[in-house]
């Protein structure tokens, strides 16, 4: 069995065409492992490949869960596990690409095994949170689970509220589950790992050069497909990077200048988030520090006379 290839990066980093030319040269299949490129109808907004790309090589896991359902890490995971196996089965090699950090963490280190946690105890503490303020909800928390509290910012509602839904639901903290993980679909040895990391303001540009054309190719159109619906704001869709500027604007809230401009400001934060991900989650993973086609094939071109060389050993 030949080495799973994982490709990692910020946003607008141009991890697509990476992943098809290695998917090319390796006879392999591209694995999506970014949490808002699994939704359907959120093609342009999430900036997923395209019909012509994916027809290139192989594509899964990609916009095949509607909107209205709230994924999650521990599902992907399960669905990756399925798909990796069944390309390694067919002789050919899983590429693994996404920005979602957590995804491949999951698959080299396993994740935490937390049970389903009901709706009506999600809607609960949204409604206590809503009601009583992000505050008390992080003094409960501190009461309850100080050791989470201790990792977690006191301003950081969604995932006070994912700590507090835990508590409610299983009378446990969620530290303690942090403690158990599944086995690893991908062991020490049958993967190798690639990060992209471009300069940022070379970066930065691009992500408000691609978010205007994400505005020409459908993405508005997209916000108000998804508005018609009237699902959940808070489900994990209706947070893809732009659409809350998007659906403000459509209510009439903001102007399409100013949303376009809170949209472009939130991804950039969104990167720079990343960069620091892969800094700290995956610091020995061999970089690709150029946006620029040529260069990168040259890094690319030496990184595949180590992947031949653990492929050779196989």
């Known amino acids: 069995m030949r080495p799973a290839i994982l490709i990692h990066g910020p946003t607008a980093s141009g991890k697509t065409q990476i992943s098809i030319n290695i998917a090319k040269r390796l006879d392999g299949e591209v694995v999506n492992a970014d949490s808002m490129q699994v939704y359907s109808g959120l093609r342009v907004l999430t900036a997923r490949p395209s019909d012509e790309e994916m027809a290139e090589v192989p594509h899964h896991l990609f916009g095949y869960k509607d909107p209205s359902e709230a994924g999650s890490a521990g599902s992907w995971l399960s669905d990756a596990r399925t798909v990796i196996r069944q390309i390694q089965m067919r002789g050919r090699v899983p590429i693994i690409i996404g920005g979602t950090g957590l995804h491949l963490l999951a698959l080299t280190q ?13 809607s609960d503490i949204r409604a206590m949170v809503q009601k009583q303020g992000v505050e008390y909800a992080y003094a409960k928390l501190s009461e309850i689970d100080a050791t989470s509290a201790e990792k977690i910012k006191p301003n950081d509602k969604q995932r006070i509220s994912r700590a507090l839904e835990v508590w409610s639901a299983t009378g446990k903290p969620l530290s303690s589950y942090h403690e158990r993980r599944t086995p690893p679909v991908l062991s020490d040895g049958d993967w190798m790992g690639v990060a992209l990391t471009p300069p940022r303001s070379r970066l930065y540009a691009r992500i408000d050069r691609r978010f205007a054309g994400m505005l020409m190719e459908g993405a508005m159109d997209e916000a108000r497909q998804l508005a018609e619906r009237n699902l959940d704001p808070s489900l994990p869709a209706m947070k893809a990077h732009g659409m809350p500027w998007l659906l403000a604007y459509l209510r009439g809230e903001l102007s399409a200048d100013l949303a376009a401009e809170y949209a472009k400001r939130d991804t950039r934060r969104y ?10 989650q995956f610091p020995f993973w061999p970089r690709i520090p150029s946006i620029e086609p040529e260069v990168r094939q040259k890094v690319i071109s030496a990184l595949f006379k180590e992947i031949d060389g653990a492929f050779s050993k196989r």
């Open 110 to 122: 396993g994740l935490s095994e937390i049970p389903p946690i009901p709706e009506d105890t999600r």
């Open 271 to 280: 990167a720079k988030r990343q960069f620091t991900w892969i800094s700290h």
